[in-house]
């Protein structure tokens, strides 16, 4: 899970807290790897003077509105509600934190506040050009304010508090106030800097001049001074159509949180993180606001094909075929990315600035790439007290490629990783879905399958129809021996749907923390061009929409339910609420009738006794009683939203922070009687490549920390022992 340090400003200070300090932020987290759910960030997305289409625009409001009413599993009226509704989320979208909008702003939109739906039944924009007009103003202001408080000298003897939470403030009454709270944001931000050189001076491992804290307070303002002005500049430099995007989807969450509208350009970036796959170079890029440089290349694509382009490289211009160049320094990453990406077979002209300072034009020859540590891979897990072999399989979520190609499918993926163990003659599986974020209902069908003969796996119901049954029609078992699934809080949609089946058929062990994600909708993709014979207002764009709820094989639902584990493991996240229930607007939870199920495949012998046995273990476990003492402890900061400005106060307050923090620091360690290795089929790729290798490795010396995962084998080797002492007595 990522948090962030600021809810509107750059990510620069972004960090990745899996079990360590958790600082009150200005709050403030994303999720990451939940396909299919849409989350709205507080962030501030500016108009820069793009031209509007009224036609187009228009035709794009009723469009959408269209296929809400037709479409959507459980539409809403359009009327003084809904614009309430609307009108609230889209203020939150663009100003959460308050600290862009005061009260006299906000007293000029609230009379559309009862408008907003008779607007978009006609197609008219007019709050949304007032709010456009207030964000253009307010950027200009805020940028000239944050600039003057960098200027001189910030003062950290003042004894005042910064309030990190939006909900918790209420509009800024006036300019005055207003730019109040960006001085304790500047200062924040500076403070912050200062503490962590001062904390990295103070390490006996430091080598260097320690700096006085007047030192770092200069050059941290010009540090912060220059991050802000880049991220302004980025901002500057979006255009309607994204704001638009933010606008539209306000409307659309009221709905549902899982619907939205896609752009063009959105929908292609959906179809590639999906699918797994995308046409390209196959190169890693990051920007700094101001040059976009290579941070890797991807095995097995064009650019590795090629040869030429390296890490570190900053692409200047880019070039399609024989056209001219384009320079791009300055530019979004993401333009940066759409000029790159092209169809299979296309040439692309890189104009780099190499490490050692000189300028090559390289030329490379798109082709599809496929991005491998995004797929399933599997391993072979043991202890040093037993030679049985387990298999162990990771799948990060349930992509596939709906293309006619077809070049990806998760479902076969990990028919060949089974393939793969069963050669190695594993005596279980464990298959790991944890912070799967789901995907392709087609693929979850199709893998259930490959564990029971046939059967029912998840039923799904239209509006206004009766539930449709999703079933596995093959009557083969590629394996039926034992089997064990992981989940934690993370895992959504697909991953509960197979988790919930395999543990309605009682054909697997659920292992994992308090519950699942509970997102218990189906979406699907509806092209908006469908709706017009216009050729001037093409392309639309698409609408995701949420058209169906699925339900367990027993009538349950996982909508906000989620699937509880049948053994449970301590989790850092156990008491945080992160699941759908903490969504704006999402669909409720019923049950409908269940529908006959029976399999032969394989049957747990003794749960029972699994789950004693596993708590028996946790318990005497000194790492799970950290997770359980970390997770507590992340529950109490996360209620902490105010935080001092004075540097003493500030100091002694992160240093409490940091000592809390430190008792976790090694929780996780390797463990040295959890042995893991790869199947023999994947050696000779791995080896191929150095940087296919550095990965693997790194990959598996993180899983040997894995507690949760290490407790999953000695579950699973207790369903073996129990099978065999079953079989020995018939």
């Not at 187009?56 to 009723?62: D, R, T, V, Y």
């Not at 959890?674 to 899983?703: G, M, V």
Request: net charge negative.
């Amino acid at each position: 899970m990522m948090y962030s340090s600021r809810p509107n400003g750059p990510s620069d200070t972004e960090q990745i807290f899996s079990d360590m300090k958790w600082k009150p932020s200005l709050l403030f987290f994303s999720f990451v790897g939940i396909a299919g759910i849409v989350f709205f960030l507080n962030r501030l997305v500016p108009f820069t003077g793009a031209d509007p289409n009224p036609q187009k625009e228009a035709k794009l409001m009723q469009a959408v509105l269209y296929g809400l009413s037709r479409y959507h599993f459980q539409p809403k009226e359009v009327d003084d509600k809904f614009s309430q509704q609307a009108y609230k989320l889209y203020l939150d979208n663009i100003d959460g934190g308050k600290r862009f909008f005061t009260q006299s702003d906000i007293a000029l939109l609230k009379p559309f506040e009862l408008e907003l739906d008779d607007q978009a039944k006609v197609g008219d924009y007019a709050f949304f050009n007032k709010s456009v007009e207030l964000q253009e103003k307010s950027l200009t202001k805020t940028q000239a304010w944050y600039r003057e408080v960098l200027s001189a000298p910030i003062d950290f003897t003042k004894e005042e508090t910064f309030e990190t939470d939006g909900k918790k403030l209420s509009w800024a009454k006036d300019d005055a106030e207003l730019r109040s709270r960006w001085e304790k944001w500047m200062k924040y931000e500076v403070l912050n800097r200062i503490n962590d050189e001062l904390n990295n001076q103070e390490k006996p491992e430091f080598k260097g001049d320690k700096k006085t804290v007047e030192g770092l307070e200069k050059e941290m303002r010009e540090k912060v001074l220059d991050i802000y002005d880049k991220w302004f500049k980025r901002l500057q430099k979006t255009d309607r159509t994204r704001r638009l995007e933010a606008y539209l989807n306000a409307m659309i969450t009221v709905f549902d949180p899982h619907s939205g509208y896609f752009s063009p350009k959105e929908k292609a970036d959906f179809d590639f993180k999906m699918s797994g796959k995308l046409e390209g170079i196959g190169a890693r890029l990051q920007s700094d606001g101001e040059k976009t440089s290579v941070t890797e290349i991807v095995p097995g694509g064009p650019a590795w094909k090629q040869g030429e382009l390296e890490p570190k490289d900053v692409i200047l211009k880019v070039a399609q075929g024989d056209d001219e160049p384009v320079d791009v320094m300055g530019w979004d990453i993401d333009d940066v990315v759409s000029k790159i990406r092209g169809s299979k077979g296309t040439t692309v002209n890189l104009t780099v600035l190499k490490n050692d300072g000189a300028t090559k034009i390289i030329s490379i020859v798109r082709d599809v790439v496929i991005m491998d540590e995004t797929l399933a891979k599997s391993l072979l897990l043991n202890t040093d007290d037993t030679q049985e072999k387990v298999g162990y399989i990771y799948l990060p979520k349930f992509y596939a490629d709906f293309t006619p190609q077809g070049a990806t499918s998760c479902a076969e993926d990990v028919a060949k990783e089974v393939e793969k163990l069963k050669r190695e003659n594993v005596k279980g599986i464990i298959l790991d879905l944890r912070n799967n974020g789901g995907g392709s209902l087609r693929d979850v069908v199709r893998m259930s399958g490959l564990f029971i003969e046939q059967g029912p796996i998840v039923q799904v119901k239209s509006r206004g129809h009766q539930a449709d049954i999703n079933a596995d029609s093959d009557q083969r078992v590629q394996y039926g021996g034992p089997l064990i699934v992981m989940v934690n809080g993370f895992s959504a949609s697909a991953s509960e749907i197979l988790a919930a089946a395999m543990q309605d058929y009682g054909r697997a062990v659920i292992i994992g923390s308090t519950t699942t994600y509970g997102k218990g909708t189906v979406q699907r993709f509806w092209d908006l061009d469908l709706t017009t014979n216009d050729e001037l207002v093409k392309p639309l764009g698409e609408m995701k929409l949420t058209i169906q709820k699925f339900y367990r094989i027993t009538g349950k639902t996982t909508q906000l339910d989620g699937v509880r584990p049948d053994i449970v493991l301590p989790d850092s996240y156990n008491y945080l609420d992160l699941g759908e229930r903490e969504n704006d607007y999402p669909l409720g939870a019923n049950t409908i009738e269940p529908v006959s199920f029976n399999q032969n495949a394989y049957h747990i012998a003794d749960l029972g006794k699994l789950k004693a046995n596993s708590e028996s273990r946790v318990k005497a476990d000194p790492t799970f009683r950290k997770i359980e003492e970390n997770a507590q402890r992340l529950k109490r900061q996360k209620d902490i939203t105010k935080f001092p400005l004075q540097l003493d106060a500030y100091r002694k307050w992160d240093k409490k922070l940091e000592e809390e923090a430190n008792q976790f620091d090694d929780m996780l360690q390797p463990i040295e009687k959890f042995q893991l290795t790869n199947p023999t089929a994947d050696l000779l790729q791995i080896q191929s490549d150095t940087s296919r290798a550095a990965r693997n490795d790194s990959w598996i010396k993180e899983r040997q920390k894995d507690i949760q995962l290490y407790e999953a084998l000695r579950v699973m080797q207790d369903m073996i022992r129990i099978d065999a002492l079953a079989a020995g007595k018939h």
